[in-house]
């Protein structure tokens, strides 16, 4: 058996990922992994873990007030979130109780 052509096992999985239409799913888990980053590790304490699918983050927020402050930077949360990440994933966040 001869080899033709060597490749490493990083871009293999990368073409996997791109042949099977996974790339998107791996970012928004990225993008969930994130989260903390984001917000800090208090907020993110407080909160839900946040899940992305279809580009909507959906976040679980027990406190209104908290619910309410979020809402209301929901915005910068998301461009902090796609800046980290280099591209757009996150399109809008769900606050929900």
């Known amino acids: 058996m001869e080899r ?3 490749q490493s096992i990083g871009d293999i ?3 996997a ?3 099977n239409c996974m790339q998107e799913r791996l970012d928004e888990c990225k993008a969930a992994e994130i989260w903390p980053e984001v917000v800090g590790a208090f907020i993110s304490g407080l909160c839900g873990r946040p899940s992305v ?3 909507v ?3 679980g ?3 209104a007030p908290l619910r309410h402050e979020l809402t209301m930077t929901r915005s910068r949360i998301v461009r902090a979130i796609n800046t980290r990440l280099g591209k757009e994933v996150v399109s ?3 606050f929900i109780s």
């Open 4 to 6: 033709k052509e060597s």
């Open 13 to 15: 999985l990368r073409m």
């Open 17 to 19: 990922f791109q042949e």
């Open 53 to 55: 699918k279809g580009g």
């Open 57 to 59: 983050m959906t976040v």
């Open 61 to 63: 927020v027990p406190d």
């Open 92 to 94: 809008d966040i769900r």
